[in-house]
């Protein structure tokens, strides 16, 4: 409860629920910093300044080469993404609309 911790921003609540569920830490009951900025939160851990929830995806680099660890390695935390775009596009917008959710099926857990 005393190793600091980061968030996205003040609506974050991912970590909050992560260690109220898998370890009984009250709201409020550990130190929590914000940075809008998910290189930052990676920047942040491989420095040791805090711990955080990062996508596994986002650092395979640095958890084969030992720069990171996972703390919780038999913990999975799950979210839903969605991708937000207009109905009635067409065009090159339909296409990058596709490659996106394309791309998405095929590297992110379904």
Not at 6 to 25: E, G, L, R, S
Not at 43 to 51: C, F, Q
Not at 61 to 79: Q, V, Y
Request: charged residues 15%; hydrophobic residues 45%; proline residues 4%.
């Amino acid at each position: 409860m005393k190793a600091p911790a980061v968030a996205y921003d003040q609506h974050d609540k991912m970590h909050q629920k992560f260690v109220n569920q898998h370890f009984n830490i009250m709201r409020g009951n550990i130190l929590k910093h914000t940075v809008r900025s998910s290189e930052a939160f990676v920047k942040l851990a491989v420095a040791g300044v805090a711990y955080c929830l990062i996508p596994k995806l986002q650092i395979q680099d640095e958890l084969e080469s030992g720069a990171l660890i996972e703390l919780t390695p038999n913990i999975l935390l799950s979210h839903q993404i969605y991708w937000h775009h207009w109905q009635l596009e067409s065009g090159v917008l339909s296409e990058v609309s596709d490659a996106i959710i394309g791309h998405a099926r095929q590297f992110l857990p379904q």
